[in-house]
């Protein structure tokens, strides 16, 4: 009985030695994008890097339209959200979500115009191919009009196109006398014969593309919350340390030649945020312009719609380990 017992023991013991250990938990996120492009390029930077799965994360990225993005987030159908002007929007409205990393602290958006137009003035009659009333490139676009003396909402025939994507194949198509677009669609239309009147960044600090959360998962999952932020970080001083392989990435994901990469790169470059937050005053004004909307006067907290706190911690704990090398 005792041998038996001897036998059951080292054939147990020889089981447990041979069983694999077991694999780290991992959670499965969902994040909506607006799409593919070198606004979103940190997030599929942190995937093909790892740095997202270091942080014990296995992403999905979805993409969406702005407005079903945040629904989506809103909904628990996502669990992250890329259009940050909405995401305040919402935020400003009473809804329980938040900003809590930023990917462009300023727009990386391009008015794209018919050679013959020379100055923001001349687009006075003109018609101008927009993604949808109120959207960030509209805001954009109104801004730089208000500034160069033009009545947007009379001097310009602003027409609601859709994404990048359709604006451009209208201005290509000869729909419409100018755009906002984005890279590499700007670069694109300049080989078709097109030019950029300027690019928006140079004008305003204005978040578009980052990161929101529902409150309840900054509440609930900070660890998750942070290891999301720290991955994006990572990925954003990636790209900004190593400019091939982040070309080579852009030419792979977004399919385009090895020149419209490299462009999209040294343009798109000056867009990225800072240690992944924008200032006070961009963010009041997309406050200023939501409560506009909505036809309120009431005073809304800045920290009613961001939270900088993952993004603070996530840069201290980067800095700390790069001072340690």
Not at 184 to 211: H, I, T
Not at 267 to 277: A, E, N
Not at 293 to 303: G, M, N, R, W
């Amino acid at each position: 009985m005792t041998r038996l017992i001897f036998q059951l023991f080292v054939a147990s013991v020889a089981v447990l030695l041979s069983s694999p250990p077991a694999a780290k938990a991992v959670d499965d996120i969902k994040i909506a994008s607006t799409g593919a492009g070198v606004s979103t390029l940190p997030l599929e930077i942190a995937v093909r890097k790892g740095f997202s799965r270091d942080e014990g994360l296995d992403v999905l990225t979805i993409t969406m339209r702005t407005n079903i993005a945040v629904n989506a987030l809103l909904t628990r159908n996502v669990d992250y959200a890329t259009p940050s002007t909405s995401a305040i929007k919402a935020a400003s409205a009473g809804l329980p979500v938040k900003l809590i990393a930023v990917l462009l602290g300023r727009p990386d958006y391009f008015l794209t115009v018919k050679k013959e137009i020379r100055s923001v003035k001349d687009l006075k009659g003109k018609r101008v191919a927009i993604g949808s009333f109120g959207a960030a490139a509209d805001l954009a676009l109104r801004t730089v009009a208000k500034h160069d003396g033009l009545d947007p909402d009379r001097d310009l025939i602003r027409l609601q196109i859709g994404g990048a994507a359709s604006r451009y194949a209208s201005l290509i198509a000869g729909s419409v006398d100018a755009t906002i677009l984005t890279l590499p669609y700007n670069l694109q239309a300049e080989k078709a014969g097109y030019k950029d009147l300027l690019w928006f960044g140079e004008r305003m600090e204005l978040p578009l593309s980052g990161l929101a959360a529902r409150d309840e998962t900054i509440q609930k999952n900070p660890k998750q919350v942070f290891g999301v932020v720290r991955a994006v970080l990572r990925a954003m001083a990636f790209a900004a340390a190593n400019r091939e392989e982040t070309t080579q990435m852009i030419v792979n994901w977004l399919k385009v030649d090895q020149e419209v990469a490299a462009r999209s790169y040294e343009l798109g470059k000056p867009s990225w945020s800072t240690g992944g937050v924008v200032s006070d005053g961009a963010v009041k004004v997309l406050v200023d312009q939501s409560m506009l909307e909505l036809k309120s006067k009431d005073a809304v907290p800045l920290d009613k719609v961001r939270n900088w706190t993952f993004a603070e911690q996530a840069r201290r704990d980067l800095r700390s380990i790069e001072s340690g090398k």
